[in-house]
């Protein structure tokens, strides 16, 4: 079956840079939109960026709330997506998730949990002094 792998997060200061790897198993990342989540404790699951279909010109989608500081990208040879993240905040401690959706286009339309299919089991990033 399909599997996503998330790697990546850990322990961090404020003003560090971190980057994130979703990995595909029996999946083609490039065929799909992928996208990164967050969950932080307490809080709803949120879609921070996502990435079209290579078909579909692999444009992005980055919430204003870490626009200019995220950027996603994706290595078809390695058939993996990154999340790479700049001058962390203590907010943005959470469980990361990339996930896969069939529907190729990355959009803030389409960036819903709900419309995802497959889902990596997450990895911790931790933001303090």
């Known amino acids: 079956q399909v599997q996503l792998v998330e790697s990546g997060g850990g322990l961090v200061q404020p003003g560090d840079s971190l980057t994130l790897s979703c990995a595909g198993s029996?999946?083609?990342?490039?065929?799909?939109?992928i996208g990164w989540f967050r969950q932080a404790p307490g809080k709803e699951r949120e879609g921070i960026s996502c990435?079209?279909?290579?078909?579909?010109?692999?444009?992005?989608y980055y919430r204003d709330s870490v626009k200019g500081r995220v950027t996603i990208s994706r290595d078809n040879a390695k058939n993996k997506v990154y999340l790479q993240m700049s001058n962390v905040e203590p907010e943005d401690t959470a469980v990361y998730y990339c996930?896969?959706?069939?529907?190729?286009?990355?959009?803030?339309?389409?960036?819903?949990?709900?419309?995802?299919?497959?889902w990596g089991q997450g990895t911790q990033v931790t933001v303090s002094s």
């Open positions: 996930a896969a959706q069939g529907f190729p286009v990355c959009s803030r339309r389409t960036i819903l949990a709900p419309l995802y299919d497959y």
């Open positions: 029996r999946v083609t990342l490039d065929d799909y939109n």
């Open positions: 990435i079209s279909s290579g078909s579909n010109n692999s444009t992005t």
